[in-house]
């Protein structure tokens, strides 16, 4: 199993009031920046959706700008789905004026989908927690379409894929994380362990096609069962590792980061990224990092 527990003990209160204070700074100094999205790329045939809640509206702005700078195409729609905290209106006033093509919608229209499909299980978890919300969104939108889901933490560097991986056979594709980060009481509940043994899955970024729920396995059903009763920390990553053990593949690390090696970095100092890099994922206290690599043109 790989753990980095001993690496965050040993820095968790320094990293937490460094990550409080310089993500207040940074992320101020970042408002002063002009924002332009290059609408002029050749569309492809994807959408684009994150989920969010109403506090999370400015990374997830910067997020969708890096992606349009970045990347060679651009999704044929954004969909941005609330957590419960907003109401379109409110995305309507914030988003507007950068004339993107962008759909609101929120977590309840997405857990009634996954109710009228008959995913009772799927739903009662979706209306107890946020990451059942964020697994009846992906799934939705999955099914209807090709989908690119990206947390409002992503900053991307350039593109995920190319026209031809949108052409082929493709079901799941998620990243690898810092650690094995799951639902530890599900994982002893349904004997689960040999997800250890596995690369550790993040779904910071999931690129999904076609109906996942249908052509996951039993298990894989009886875990969304457990987290309708009791739902657990990391619930939507572990059951993400589960698909990708059953039907996904991933990025290598080299490509998605959701590294926090370097989360005591000097601040002026720009993280060295590999060539290789599509996106990195701020997880934790790596937000101030976040606001770094856009203050200083890093991504």
């Not at 999370?56 to 349009?68: G, K, L, Q």
């Not at 690390?253 to 599509?278: G, N, R």
């Amino acid at each position: 199993m790989i753990s980095k527990k001993d690496f965050i003990a040993s820095i968790i209160t320094k990293a937490d009031r460094r990550n409080d204070y310089l993500s207040r700074i940074l992320k101020n100094l970042v408002k002063l920046k002009r924002t332009h999205f290059n609408v002029t790329k050749e569309t492809g045939d994807f959408v684009y959706i994150t989920i969010c809640r109403k506090n999370a509206f400015d990374m997830v702005r910067y997020s969708i700008h890096s992606f349009f700078t970045h990347c060679d195409y651009l999704p044929k729609k954004i969909i941005i789905v609330s957590d419960g905290s907003w109401v379109e209106k409110e995305g309507i006033d914030y988003f507007s004026k950068y004339n993107l093509n962008i759909f609101f919608d929120n977590w309840k229209n997405c857990a009634d989908y996954q109710k009228d499909k008959g995913r009772i299980h799927l739903y009662e978890w979706a209306t107890k927690h946020i990451w059942g919300k964020k697994m009846a969104s992906i799934l939705k939108y999955s099914e209807e379409e090709v989908t690119l889901f990206a947390d409002p933490d992503v900053l991307w560097f350039k593109s995920p894929f190319n026209k031809e991986i949108l052409q082929e056979d493709i079901k799941l594709k998620t990243s690898i994380d810092n650690s094995h980060n799951y639902d530890e009481v599900l994982i002893d509940k349904l004997s689960l362990s040999f997800l250890y043994d596995l690369p550790p899955i993040n779904c910071g970024i999931v690129l999904a096609k076609g109906n996942l729920f249908d052509c996951s396995s039993e298990a894989i059903k009886t875990a969304i069962k457990a987290e309708a009763q009791t739902p657990g920390k990391f619930a939507e990553q572990t059951i993400f590792a589960m698909m990708v053990h059953e039907f996904g593949e991933t990025w290598g690390e080299s490509e998605i980061s959701a590294s926090i090696d370097d989360i005591l970095s000097p601040i002026l100092i720009k993280s060295p990224y590999s060539p290789q890099l599509i996106a990195r994922h701020y997880v934790w206290l790596m937000r101030w990092l976040f606001w770094k690599d856009i203050l200083f043109d890093h991504y």
